[in-house]
C-alpha cells in the first residue's frame, strides 16, 4: 500500500478525491502521529486516529470532516488526536471504553425490558416470571410509591424487605396463591 501524506489543512483535505475501486482512500495526515484521513466510496470523509495498546493496533474514527459542529476540522482534529494520545500513554483506551458503555446500555435495556415484561404480565394478571423478589423490588421502585408520605413508604418498605421477601423471596411469583 502506497502511503500518501499531506498538510494537515482543510483545503488540502478537501482536495482528496473519492475512491473509485477500493471502499475507502486513508491519507496520513501530518502534525500527530497516527492521526489519518479517511475517504470512503460514498463520499463520506472523516479523521481516524490509530494508536497501539499492548501490541494491539486499533482504529478510533474522531468525526466526520467539515466545517459546522459536532463535526470536525484540520485544526480541532489534531487537538482532538494530541489528547487522546495524551490519555491512552497514560493507559486509557477509548475503544475499549466505548465498548464498555455499549455493553452497559445494552444490560440495562435488556434489564428494562424485563421490567416492562413484568409489568405487562401483573396488568394481563398472567402468570408473572422472576421470583418473589425481584417482583417486590420491582413493586418497591415503582414511580407511584414516590407519591406516598415518607413515613408510611419507609413502614411500607421496612414491612416488605423485613417479613415477605425472606420468607417467600426465591419462590416463583406466579407459583404463590391466595392459599
Known amino acids: ?30 502534525g500527530v502521529a ?26 478510533l474514527a474522531l468525526g466526520p470532516h467539515g466545517a459546522r459542529l459536532p463535526a470536525l476540522t484540520a485544526e480541532r482534529a489534531r487537538k482532538r488526536a494530541a489528547e487522546l494520545l495524551a490519555e491512552i500513554r497514560k493507559g486509557f483506551d477509548p475503544v475499549a471504553e466505548r465498548r464498555a458503555a455499549r455493553e452497559l446500555a445494552s444490560s440495562n435495556r435488556q434489564r428494562e425490558r424485563a421490567e416492562q415484561a413484568v409489568r405487562i404480565a401483573v396488568a394481563k394478571g398472567a402468570a408473572l416470571p422472576g421470583s418473589f423478589a425481584a417482583l417486590a423490588r420491582l413493586y418497591l421502585r415503582d414511580p407511584a410509591r414516590a407519591a406516598q408520605r415518607a413515613e408510611s413508604r419507609r413502614a411500607f418498605v421496612s414491612r416488605i424487605e423485613r417479613e415477605l421477601i425472606p420468607a417467600w423471596g426465591e419462590r416463583p411469583a406466579g407459583a404463590i396463591t391466595r392459599a
Not at 500500500?1 to 499531506?6: A, D, P
Not at 489543512?9 to 491519507?27: E, F, G, I, M, Y
Not at 492521526?35 to 479523521?47: A, H, P, S, T
Open 34 to 59: 497516527g492521526l489519518r484521513y479517511r475517504v470512503r466510496r460514498d463520499g463520506r470523509r472523516e479523521f481516524v486516529l490509530r494508536y497501539k495498546v499492548a501490541g494491539l493496533a486499533k482504529d
Open 1 to 30: 500500500m502506497r502511503r500518501t501524506k499531506i498538510a494537515l489543512t482543510d483545503a488540502a483535505l478537501r482536495k482528496v478525491a473519492v475512491p473509485a475501486k477500493r471502499k475507502s482512500r486513508t491519507v496520513y495526515a501530518g
